[in-house]
């Protein structure tokens, strides 16, 4: 409940561009780590350190853009060039090819979709904490597997999947909404601003 609760205000804050968005998302991934070694998931380990440590790097890396912003509140998305983009994806795939060896060599459960989880991570945390728009195309990717692999877990009445995929359904709204905010709302506010 608890990381239920503070994964939806930190992905809240982080659609609204908000320096706030780490203070909850340090709580999130502490809650989600400790469920996550309570149950033994290696993979959900490596992934909530990840994540918690790129909270502290984030809260860093925005406040200093945000001090030179007018609007000192929320962080502007910036676009992602399309070097940068395929550099991202190639990083992306080499990951994803070593999580998969060592899935393998574990004997994981569903393997080919969540060896992608913590490539996907690591590129939406990165571009995230950068302020680049495109994170949301890793957070989308990420959160439709994660649908996947928790309704395939509830098919196997594997526990709590029932609220780890309701979870997850909630996480895939929010970037999809996150994503409109960040491509659309945002430049709709800049357009009103240069008019003025």
Same mark, same amino acid.
């Given at each position: 409940?608890l990381?239920g609760i503070t994964?939806v205000?930190?992905?809240i804050?982080? /659609?609204q561009?908000?320096l706030?968005?780490y203070?909850?998302?340090i709580i999130?991934c502490a809650?989600?780590?400790?469920t996550a070694?309570t149950?033994?998931l290696?993979? /959900?380990i490596a992934?909530?350190?990840f994540y918690?440590i790129?909270q502290?790097?984030?809260?860093?890396?925005w406040?200093?853009?945000?001090?030179?912003?007018? /609007?000192a +509140?929320?962080?502007?998305?910036?676009?992602?060039s399309?070097?940068?983009?395929c550099?991202?994806f190639?990083?992306?795939?080499l990951?994803?090819a $070593?999580v998969?060896?060592f899935?393998k060599?574990l004997?994981?459960n569903q $393997?080919?979709?969540d060896?992608?989880l913590?490539?996907?991570?690591i590129v939406? +945390?990165?571009?995230?904490?950068?302020?680049?728009?495109?994170?949301w195309v890793?957070?989308?990717?990420? /959160?439709?597997? =994660?649908?996947? $692999?928790? &309704? =395939?877990?509830?098919?196997?009445?594997?526990p709590?999947?029932? +609220?780890?995929?309701?979870?997850?359904?909630?996480?895939?709204?929010?970037?999809?909404y996150g994503a409109y905010l960040? &491509?659309?709302?945002q430049?709709?506010q800049?357009d009103?601003?240069d008019?003025h």
């Amino acid at each position: 409940l608890l990381t239920g609760i503070t994964v939806v205000i930190n992905l809240i804050l982080v /659609d609204q561009g908000r320096l706030t968005n780490y203070s909850w998302g340090i709580i999130a991934c502490a809650a989600w780590l400790t469920t996550a070694i309570t149950n033994r998931l290696i993979g /959900d380990i490596a992934s909530q350190s990840f994540y918690l440590i790129m909270q502290f790097v984030g809260i860093t890396v925005w406040h200093r853009k945000m001090a030179v912003q007018p /609007d000192a +509140s929320e962080l502007t998305g910036r676009k992602l060039s399309k070097l940068a983009g395929c550099s991202w994806f190639a990083l992306a795939i080499l990951v994803y090819a $070593i999580v998969l060896h060592f899935s393998k060599q574990l004997n994981g459960n569903q $393997i080919y979709l969540d060896a992608t989880l913590l490539p996907l991570g690591i590129v939406g +945390s990165v571009l995230m904490v950068n302020g680049y728009r495109s994170q949301w195309v890793a957070w989308i990717t990420l /959160d439709v597997i =994660n649908v996947i $692999i928790w &309704f =395939n877990q509830l098919k196997g009445f594997s526990p709590a999947a029932a +609220s780890m995929l309701a979870l997850q359904l909630v996480m895939l709204a929010n970037a999809l909404y996150g994503a409109y905010l960040w &491509f659309f709302g945002q430049n709709t506010q800049q357009d009103k601003l240069d008019t003025h």
